[in-house]
């Protein structure tokens, strides 16, 4: 939101938070990091990460403090597997096409197997954000919180387990 009006921000969405490179690295180690590319243009992206990541950001720490308060299907937040989803972005020139279902899908389909729920924060004041999440994609608002005066709301989704085999 640093670069952009409020307008801007009300209309196209924006990250509360900001990453290094590093940061990136660190989130595809530690969970997964994933890219939508339309030839050699980026059209959008999407992370997620254990808990235990610690990026340096206040303002994760503060959503996480958050989470023993909280459940999610009857599960707690603060379990071992949960992570955290985001930042994710998408391309002004990709919305509405299908990107973010796509990176979220792909996002699941990575952290299978080791996280049960993701966990996210949007800015009460990004309901572009809000809308894609919880109407486009079915994500639930499980509990906000505030930090350095601001409202966020956090959302919660399944990560679909790994396939059980039966043995026939």
Known sequence: MWNLSEEQARTDGFLSARYRADDFRNMDRDGALVVAE??????????AFAQTFNPGAPLLAAMIAEFPKLTFLGRPLHGERTCIYGPVCVDKDYRGGGVLRGLVGELKEQLRGRFDIAAAFIAKSNTRSLVAHVDGLGMTVVGDFRFDGRPFWI?????PPEAVSCGI
């Open 38 to 47: 339309d030839a050699d243009r980026l059209a959008g992206y999407a992370c």
């Open 155 to 159: 959302v919660a989704f399944s990560i």
